[in-house]
Structure formats: structure tokens, C-alpha cells
């Protein structure tokens, strides 16, 4: 229902194929996908400096992607970022939005089409908070009532009921308040890109988390493409359909978290993301994944499990319970199989090191 009330009358961006960006008006067919973005060759070198900052970086992004670059403090994560909605130029190589080089776009165009977030939410600090989110529909000459109507949308997908905030200076709210507000404005135009550089890295543990559960609420409603820089292990396994690893500005690995657990690339790999961390494994993997046939047993009703609920949720179950297996059931409740301690270890045990350093 949310959906629909954002997407209803909401402009949206098309990228045509003649390098121009054309918003498009409200009686079209919202997009259901975010953009492709296809990074060839990137490399950006900053002056003086004795090696580049992003190295030769190859990625091929598809429409609707949660995409989390991690990597340690310097290895080029931000600078990435910034090179896609060009507030740095690249050295070297190409960006396309949707088949279009962004380099072939004006700057200042591309980034009203372009959501952006960052850790110190960048609000404007004597604008309120309605003002401060609607700065881009004013930018894209919207009216006032169709501005007014989306921030009021906004602010309520993130959780801020416009009633009591939209008449508030930034000043006048919590951090986590402040990165939601930055969240809304990013989002006013509809952006099919969604730039995220550590949005929420200065808040507490628990607003973060809450943070990103809406992040993944939101993102399961609009669909966007989105880019989302971290050095946060939990953070980046909890959002991303696919991280990116970096170090000293190219890309080590680049796969689903679980994969990455599963079979670390190399030794910087496996340490940065901590794979012999056995409940952060478990957490990443499905119960359908340690699984044994039924064999006759009779299924125990009211100590069951979903095949897609994760294996930490499963342990912690049986451990609860004191019950020597759960069972397994299907999307239909159907019983499929039974899990026991020792099928989760057996799933769990460390990856085989496939190290070469
Ligand atoms: P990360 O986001 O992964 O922490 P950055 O992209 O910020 O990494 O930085 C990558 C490298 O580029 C670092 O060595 C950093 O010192 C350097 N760097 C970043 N921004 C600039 C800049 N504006 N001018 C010169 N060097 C920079």
C-alpha cells in the first residue's frame, strides 16, 4: 500500500538513450527497477599522490541491486562512489547509467537524479525539515502542492509523521532523526540510484540497526539501485544482495554475502570479514542448507522451522527447547525435514581456505 501511495503522481527520471536526462511527468508508469550501472576501467589517481585511489575497477551493477562496497579506512570506497555522480572526475575509465556515460551528462543535472546520502546527514541547518526535503522537487520546479504531498509521504515512509516534524530546524532533532531526514530528501525525486557513504556509521548500535531495517523496507518498496559504502561487516551482510570487497582501490571479491563466507578469495578476505566468526555464518546460512531427510521421525508440530529461516535462529531453538531436532517446513507449513545439532555443525564447519598469500 506504501508503495503505491510513493509512486502514486511521483515524477520519475529516465535516462534517454541521447545522454539527456528527461523527468518525466506524473501520469507515466513509475519505474519498478532501479538503473544499471556498468563501471569499466575505473581508475582515479589524485594529484601527487604515488598510486591511484581506485584502480582499474571493473563492475557490472543490475537494475534494483543492493550493492555494499566494504573494505578497510583508504581503499577507495568513497572515492568510488563520488566518481558516479561525479562530484570527483575520473583518471581513467567509464561509468553508464542505463547505457548512458555519465561523463557525457551535466554534473549538475546527474545529481539531482541521483540520490545521495552521507554520514553527517548534510542537511541545511536553517531550512526545516519539510524545506530541507524538498529541496529537489523545488529544484525540478515541481508545485507546491505536489512537493508538499510527497515530503508528507516521505517523512511518513521514514518514519517521521510530518505533523510533528516537518515544522522542526535540523537542529531540534536526534542524529538517527537527522540521517532519516537525509534518507527522505534523497529519496524525493524518485532516484533509480541511491548513493549511501556510510549513512549511518556515527549513530548508536540500536538506531542503526533500526535504521537499516527500514532501509531494507524502503528499498523493498521502491527498488532503487543502490551503492552502500561501509566498514561494517554485520551492516554489509544485513543489507546487500551482493558485496564488494575492496583493497588499495581495486576489487578482491565480489559476490553474496554468503558465498563470501562460504569461500573467502584469500587471506585479507577471510580475516576482514571474520569467517571463523561460526554465529555469523550461521546467521548467513538457510536451515534448508543443513537440512536431513525426515527418516520416519515424527514430525514435532510446535518445534518447527522454515527451510529459508536462518541456521542462528534454528541453533538457538534447539538450545531453548532442549529438543534433540526441529522440523523443517516448506512455504506451505509442510514438514520437509528435520535439522539436529549436528547437521548445523556439520553445515557451519569453516570454509576450506582457498588462500594464496
Ligand atoms: P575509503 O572511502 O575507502 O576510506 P577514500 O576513497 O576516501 O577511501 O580514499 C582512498 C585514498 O585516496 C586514500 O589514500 C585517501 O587518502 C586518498 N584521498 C581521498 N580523497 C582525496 C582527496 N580529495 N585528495 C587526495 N587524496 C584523497
Known sequence: MMAARVTAGAAFILIAGTGSIIATGKHMTPPTAGSAISIRGLTKRYPGATKPAVDAVDLEISPGEFIVLLGPSGCG????????????????????IDGVNVQSLNAPDLRRHIGY??????LFPHM??????????????????????RVEELLDL???????????????????????????RALAAEPPTMLMDEPFGALDAITRTRLQDELIRIH????????????????????????????????????TPLAIFSAPADRFVSDLIGANDILRRLSLMPASIAMEPLNGLPPEADMTIASEAFLREALAK?????????????????????LSMMSIQRAAAPPESSDVT
Open 77 to 96: 570506497k568513497t572515492t568510488l562512489l563520488k566518481m558516479i555522480n561525479r562530484i570527483y572526475e575520473p583518471t581513467s575509465g567509464s561509468i553508464t
Open 117 to 122: 546520502v552521507i554520514q553527517q546527514s548534510g
Open 128 to 149: 526545516k525539515v519539510a524545506a530541507n526535503v524538498g529541496v529537489v522537487p523545488n529544484l525540478l520546479k515541481w508545485d507546491a502542492q505536489r512537493t508538499r504531498q
Open 158 to 184: 521514514v518514519g517521521l509523521p510530518a505533523e510533528n516534524y516537518a515544522n522542526r530546524y535540523p537542529a531540534q532533532l536526534s542524529g538517527g532523526e537527522q540521517q532519516r531526514v537525509g534518507l527522505a
Open 220 to 255: 523493498g518498496q521502491i527498488s532503487q539501485t543502490v551503492l552502500f559504502v561501509t566498514h561494517d561487516i554485520e551492516e554489509a551482510v544485513r543489507l546487500a544482495d551482493r558485496i564488494v570487497i575492496m583493497r588499495d582501490g581495486g576489487i578482491v571479491q565480489v559476490d
Open 318 to 338: 534447539l538450545v531453548e527447547s532442549g529438543r534433540p531436532y526441529l522440523t523443517v517446513t516448506d512455504d506451505r507449513g509442510e514438514a520437509i525435514g528435520t
